[in-house]
């Protein structure tokens, strides 16, 4: 059964920092690409950032703040997101790229950026 575990999230002041983690099962992590996406109310999930065999790859609103990594030994993925700002403010999810992998989401992670 493929899951996806997602935590970290709080409530942060803009400029502020947060470290989401994912912890994936069900499937083979090391062999997929894998991705955080976000959404907000009333618009589309969108990707953030993504890493696979070629590197990481961020979405234009986020370079220079946001930095993925990988853990595939604990199937784990992360996202250190620097400098919040208010419009990053969004569930966070993860997924392999292109996701979702069989339709699955996990709960996703509240990331709040208010002053």
């Known amino acids: 059964q493929v899951q996806f575990v997602e935590s970290g999230g709080g409530s942060v002041q803009p400029g502020g920092s947060l470290r989401l983690s994912c912890v994936a099962s069900g499937f083979n992590f090391g062999r997929h690409a894998m991705a955080w996406y976000r959404q907000v109310p009333g618009k589309e999930r969108e990707l953030v950032a993504a890493i696979s065999n070629v590197g990481p790859d961020y979405v234009d609103s986020v370079k220079g703040r946001f930095t993925i990594s990988r853990d595939d030994a604990e199937n784990t993925l992360y996202l250190q997101m620097d400098n919040l700002k208010i419009e990053d403010a969004a569930v966070y999810y993860c997924?392999?790229?292109?996701?979702?992998?069989?339709?699955?989401w996990g709960q996703g992670t509240q990331v709040t950026v208010s002053s």
């Open positions: 997924n392999v790229r292109p996701g979702p992998l069989l339709n699955t």
